[in-house]
């Protein structure tokens, strides 16, 4: 491009963004197309004569052109990037010093990114509040009394164990050890006011032990509880301190299994000092999928779990190996359900877990009878060290579950919230509500 005018000074046709111009529809800003001494051409350049100052071809170019290098109309578009989407100009033609312009971050024209979806607000008055709040009040708060009533005629007997009471007969157990020789039993006798008529759940119930501490719900190997032969003689090492003992794999490995709950509950009824034992069942009270899918006893070519756990060791803790756990082949090894309940990690450090079924025989007899009941203990679990306790819970069940107060009491509160606001809202716009009914709507 050759400079204009006089004095060797540069010509506003060596500006980037005019050379565009010039290029790309110079022709119509210096004579027009197709007329006069430049030939039209599209992306060729412009042969510029100089001329004398102060007239000219290359002195009208610089009059017409000159508006347009100074203020905000030096960054123009073409009429092909206008088309694209493309802004031209200096910082455009300055990003790619290959030639190509910067891409734009201009967003995709579409209803989402240009926020042209449709809308919907709801205008907030009088006549759609207040008969929203009066009809959550009158549908909540009769749920939450029949879900109170409900949970209230649950039938409920908890009975704490630990011994930390000297009077306690269980006191003289407290201090046992894991895996103490003799184990030390102890026996307490308690009376039920009232029958239990339908089927009766007893559980254990822990408290101040945390099993949702991170380290302690990762320390398992699912694909060793899960059969898997290899994970059997090469546990996970997250099992890690429980993984091996004495250079044996470990089976059950982990945290979990080597703390499983192993204190022994008989209970028995008594009649004219004569003890009647009541059938504790110990099947069903592990969920289906734990028992039939997520926990497996290893395969082999006999059915012999002594066999199958051959060059394993037990858990630290524990008394006997897990292939001894009880005698019948369907409720014994990784399947046995005390095991799998116990597996099943709580989330909070109070927590009660199903120990045994006492199903009802007789529709004429109640499950329990009122009476006295003498519950025999085989102290076996540690809980004085960590502060925690020990019960056991004789508890029905009913449509919703087990006894839980709290659902009813939270129905009941946000029920009776919603109406005494919706009275209160009411008052104030039958007092206040008039005077403003000239006022305008916000938008």
Not at 61 to 82: D, F, I, Q, W
Request: aromatic residues 10%.
């Amino acid at each position: 491009m050759r400079s204009l005018g006089k004095g060797g000074r540069l010509g506003v046709l060596g500006h980037p963004a005019v050379r565009e111009l010039v290029t790309f529809g110079g022709c119509q800003w210096l004579h027009g197309c197709g007329t006069g001494p430049f030939p039209a051409r599209r992306r060729s350049s412009v042969p510029l004569v100089t001329g004398p100052s102060g007239g000219g071809p290359d002195s009208r170019a610089e009059r017409r052109l000159r508006p347009l290098l100074s203020g905000p109309m030096a960054v123009n578009y073409t009429a092909k990037e206008e088309a694209d989407g493309h802004p031209s100009g200096v910082g455009a033609a300055g990003g790619g010093s290959g030639g190509g312009a910067g891409k734009s971050r201009k967003p995709d024209n579409t209803a989402f990114k240009q926020q042209r979806l449709p809308a919907w607000q709801p205008i907030l008055t009088a006549g759609t509040v207040l008969p929203a709040f009066f009809i959550i009040g009158l549908i909540f708060i009769p749920i939450g009394i029949g879900i109170f009533v409900t949970s209230n005629n649950i039938r409920e007997y908890e009975i704490d164990y630990t011994g930390t009471d000297p009077s306690s007969p269980c006191n003289k157990c407290l201090n046992m050890s894991w895996n103490s020789t003799p184990p030390c039993t102890c026996t307490i006798n308690f009376t039920l006011d009232h029958s239990f008529e339908t089927n009766v759940f007893m559980y254990y119930g822990l408290s101040n032990f945390y099993q949702n501490h991170r380290r302690y719900v990762k320390s398992r190997d699912d694909s060793q509880l899960n059969g898997d032969n290899s994970s059997l003689l090469n546990p996970s090492k997250e099992c890690e301190p429980y993984r091996t003992s004495e250079g044996k794999p470990i089976a059950p490995c982990g945290a979990i299994a080597n703390s499983m709950f192993n204190d022994t509950l008989e209970l028995f009824f008594v009649d004219n000092e004569t003890r009647i034992p009541i059938t504790l069942n110990k099947k069903g009270i592990a969920w289906w999928t734990d028992k039939n899918v997520k926990f497996r006893n290893p395969s082999g070519n006999t059915n012999n779990l002594t066999a199958l756990f051959q060059g394993t060791t037990k858990p630290v803790n524990w008394p006997k190996p897990v292939y001894m756990l009880d005698s019948e082949p369907d409720n014994n090894g990784f399947i046995n359900e005390d095991f799998i309940v116990w597996m099943r990690t709580a989330a909070l450090p109070t927590f009660r877990k199903l120990y045994r079924l006492i199903e009802r025989e007789n529709n004429l007899q109640p499950t329990l009878q009122a009476g006295k009941y003498s519950l025999d203990i085989t102290y076996n679990y540690p809980v004085h060290s960590f502060d925690g306790r020990k019960r056991m819970i004789l508890s029905t069940i009913s449509w919703m579950g087990g006894k839980n107060p709290f659902l009813g009491i939270a129905y009941i509160t946000v029920g009776s919230i919603c109406f005494f606001l919706g009275v209160v809202l009411l008052v104030i716009h039958h007092k206040y509500g008039n005077r403003n009914n000239s006022a305008d709507i916000p938008n």
